[in-house]
């Protein structure tokens, strides 16, 4: 009898299908909180791809909830381009919510646990009570507001909520244990004062719930079976537990996973905000930032990143993932879907001295060898035409050593015909200008007669249809491999060479009605996308990446 081979489960899954099986749920439902305090950067796409990956793998439901409960650092177009971010990943979320919506709800849950004495409003500073709080190993001492009555807890709670007081003037705390080892159960704030406008809510509120206290709310109010978050949320669980069992309200259930951490990559959204602020980067969607935004214009794929995803794994501990197992993803994935056109990135002419002047003959190309459904097209073949300037060299070493043009040497010109040089011209400073030499009309591509062998083949564009472009290449935004062991400012480890821009690069001519968005490799070069600075008078194409890793 044949045995079908079952894909292993990672933990989460285990622990999703044990649920499931002993009837504790009927269905999953997961959640995507992020903050609107930032654009989403590559860590999140893991966070995003596990929990939407595992409602569609489990026939369940994934909300996407925005966790706006901070007004000072949030904004509509962090909201925007959250949208963007998961739906080119290729996912749809089955309820769109918001921390906001709840904030009334979220406000009687308060209310409920002042009275069963185990909240209170405090009025000391955060400074004032910081000294008091103690150390993991020296219990905290009680603040002296602790022990008010609910009745007078309740009026403060209601006076911050009608804005009497100003900003830090008063809290509201969790009445927990002032001598717990976990620091986050000794009083933890549950409400702050900030008398700042909301994205959504505009000033109908002036205090807004923390983190911690809307997080588990709001999953107990969807239901949210399932509550994934990165391991430095684990020391919040017995807190995230705490308050729904004082509430009596849904046990959603938080399980932590490690986060994707890469070399040579910042995946901290105060950081990367920090390189946009200071225009150390062309904003959040540069193609060297590690955000969603930014690999999707550099060109990266959403099925490389979900590839590179599930090769990385879901791990109860945190590591860091060689940045190059990422990039092998998208070298795989471009591979087998990008046309291969030529690109010359540092032209030199090329004259062809036996070719008629007005003569042109078509050339079949082929577009991708790793998919004969992508087909063929035709390139013209001219009198005058580039090389790349790496190409020649005036005085080569042995033919053994170097298989391209060199004076009196043979080279094939790919899908043309085999030349052999003449000569060439060189200017004041010794550059040379132009190469010079005679094709072997018997050697025509697919149709060669002459029974030649050379080893060497060039790309070549033609100088009358040749396409202008400015090529921007990308590398790493960093040399510093573990980013995570430095002791200095993070930003003293970026890459002076991240970023190099060419505008004098020639392209085939059947790349002049190239779109944004379009992929393709230039042969012998790398990856390219067209960008969005592209215009009807100039192409720009950023390098996605190298053929080869260069590192």
Not at 23 to 41: A, M, S, V
Not at 95 to 111: K, P, V
Not at 163 to 176: D, M, P, S, T
Not at 270 to 291: I, Q, S
Request: hydrophobic share 35%.
């Amino acid at each position: 009898m044949e045995t079908v081979k079952r894909e292993s489960l990672n933990f989460i899954e285990q622990l999703i299908e044990n649920d499931l099986n002993s009837g504790k749920h009927q269905g999953i439902q997961t959640r995507f909180p992020p903050e609107p305090n930032g654009y989403l950067h590559i860590g999140h796409a893991k966070s995003i791809c596990l929990n939407f990956g595992l409602a569609e793998k489990f026939n369940g439901k994934c909300n996407l909830r925005f966790d706006d409960t901070n007004p000072e650092k949030e904004d509509v177009e962090y909201v925007d381009s959250i949208k963007k971010d998961i739906k080119w990943l290729g996912f749809e979320w089955d309820g769109e919510h918001y921390a906001s919506d709840y904030f009334g709800t979220l406000y009687g849950f308060a209310q409920a646990l002042i009275k069963k004495g185990s909240a209170y409003v405090d009025d000391l500073s955060q400074d004032a009570f910081n000294e008091i709080k103690g150390t993991p190993t020296v219990p905290g001492k009680h603040s002296p507001f602790r022990e008010r009555s609910a009745e007078e807890n309740l009026r403060l709670l209601e006076e911050m909520k009608d804005g009497k007081y100003q900003n830090g003037e008063k809290v509201l705390r969790a009445k927990i244990d002032m001598s717990s080892p976990n620091m986050h159960m000794r009083d933890p704030i549950l409400y702050r004062i900030r008398h700042t406008e909301h994205h959504r809510t505009g000033n109908d509120w002036c205090i807004y719930p923390t983190y911690d206290f809307a997080h588990g709310q709001s999953d107990s109010i969807e239901q949210v079976t399932h509550s994934l978050c990165t391991l430095e949320f684990e020391v919040h669980r017995p807190l995230y537990e705490w308050l729904i069992k004082e509430l009596e309200i849904f046990p959603s259930k938080q399980t932590e996973f490690a986060r994707l951490n890469l070399s040579y990559t910042v995946v901290s959204k105060r950081k990367l905000l920090e390189l946009v602020e200071g225009k150390y980067v062309a904003g959040w969607d540069d193609p060297r930032m590690p955000t969603i935004s930014g690999i999707r214009r550099r060109g990266f794929t959403p099925e490389a990143v979900k590839t590179f995803i599930k090769k990385v794994g879901v791990a109860r501990r945190d590591g860091i993932t060689d940045v190059a197992l990422l990039e092998h993803a998208v070298r795989e994935d471009l591979n087998k879907r990008c046309n291969r056109v030529f690109g010359i990135l540092d032209p030199v002419k090329l004259v062809i001295t036996n070719w008629p002047e007005e003569k042109e003959e078509v050339m079949t190309a082929v577009n991708n060898p790793e998919d004969e459904a992508a087909g063929t097209r035709e390139m013209l073949f001219t009198r005058e035409l580039y090389i790349d300037r790496a190409d020649f060299m005036e005085d080569p070493p042995s033919p053994k050593k170097w298989y391209r043009l060199g004076p009196d040497r043979e080279v094939r010109l790919k899908y043309g015909y085999i030349i052999k040089c003449t000569g060439f011209d060189k200017d004041a400073d010794g550059e040379i200008t132009t190469i010079y030499a005679e094709y072997d009309p018997e050697t025509r591509s697919g149709q060669d007669t002459s029974g030649k062998k050379v080893k060497g083949t060039l790309g070549w564009v033609s100088v009358k249809h040749a396409v202008h472009a400015e090529i921007r290449l990308y590398d790493r935004l960093f040399h510093t491999e573990n980013l995570n062991d430095i002791e200095d400012d993070f930003k003293n480890h970026l890459n002076p060479n991240s970023l190099e821009i060419n505008d004098k690069v020639v392209l085939e001519g059947s790349l002049k009605d190239a779109k944004v968005d379009d992929l393709v490799q230039f042969e012998r070069v790398g990856y390219f996308r067209v960008d969005e600075d592209s215009t009807a008078e100039q192409l720009v194409f950023n390098r996605t990446i190298t053929l080869r890793d260069n590192w």
